[in-house]
C-alpha cells in the first residue's frame, strides 16, 4: 500500500487503521428484486487487537462504511475501559444515524472458520439504507430501571435479563456512552426486548455522546 507523506503521518497517528487492520472486500448476490451491488468486509489483523477477526455482513452500501464499523468495534474493545460488545447487542451513533448489530460467531466445523465476531449493518441514515428484517421498536423511558418496573423481580428469568443490562450499562457508561433499552412495537410493554447500543462516533470521535 502507497501513501502520500501527509496521508501516512495521519494513519501512523491512528494506529487501527488501514496500516494494521486490512479490510478483504468480498461481494454477494443482491438482495431479490434490486440490482445494487452488495459487498461485505473480513478484517486482516483485528484478531492482533481483539482475539478475533470481524466479518461485516455485505450491504448494499459502500465498503468504507463498513469498514468505519469493523474499526468502531476494535476501538471500542481497546479504549481505556473499553470491552468487546457482548453478542446480540446494538451499537451506533448517538443521533441514530447509523447502526450495527454484533454476533459472536463460534468456529464452524468442517468449514475451516476460526471464531470471529459478526457486525451486521442494521440502519444507516446516509445511504439511505436500512435491513429488511428491522421492526419498529420504541424506547423503554428510564432504561434498565424502567424495564424493572416493567418486568419486575419475582423470577429467576426477569432477574437474569436485568443483570445483562446492568453490566451492558456500565461497560457502555466507563468509555463515555450510554445504554438504550428498545421494545417491539407490536408487543406489550410487559415485554420488552433488550437492545443495548454503546452510542459511540466512527474512528473514535467523541463528540455527540
Not at 99 to 112: E, F, I, K, L, N
Not at 165 to 178: F, P, Q, W
Not at 191 to 206: I, L, M, Q, S, Y
Request: proline residues 8%; aromatic residues 8%; negative net charge.
Amino acid at each position: 500500500m502507497l501513501f502520500s507523506a501527509e496521508s501516512f503521518t495521519a494513519f501512523v497517528e491512528e494506529p487501527i487503521g488501514p496500516l494494521t487492520v486490512h479490510p478483504r472486500i468480498y461481494r454477494e448476490e443482491p438482495p431479490p428484486g434490486t440490482t445494487e451491488q452488495c459487498v461485505g468486509i473480513q478484517t486482516l489483523g483485528a484478531a492482533d487487537y481483539i482475539g478475533r477477526e470481524i466479518n461485516v455482513e455485505a450491504a448494499p452500501v459502500p465498503w468504507s462504511e463498513l469498514y468505519a464499523g469493523a474499526l468502531t468495534f476494535i476501538k471500542i474493545a481497546t479504549e481505556k475501559n473499553g470491552y468487546i460488545i457482548p453478542d446480540g447487542d446494538v451499537f451506533g451513533i448517538e443521533d441514530d444515524s447509523v447502526s450495527y448489530r454484533v454476533r459472536h460467531v463460534a468456529a464452524t466445523a468442517g468449514q475451516d472458520l476460526p471464531d470471529q465476531y459478526q457486525l451486521t449493518l442494521r440502519y444507516s441514515r446516509k445511504h439511505g439504507y436500512r435491513a429488511n428484517d428491522i421492526k419498529r421498536r420504541l424506547t423503554v423511558p428510564g432504561g434498565v430501571d424502567g424495564v424493572e418496573r416493567l418486568i419486575g423481580t419475582a423470577t429467576p428469568e426477569a432477574r437474569a435479563e436485568l443483570r445483562k443490562m446492568r453490566e451492558s450499562e456500565a461497560l457502555a457508561e466507563g468509555i463515555g456512552g450510554r445504554l438504550v433499552v428498545t421494545r417491539p412495537a407490536d408487543e406489550p410493554p410487559q415485554n420488552p426486548g433488550r437492545t443495548g447500543n454503546a452510542r459511540v462516533v466512527p474512528f473514535g470521535k467523541r463528540t455527540g455522546l
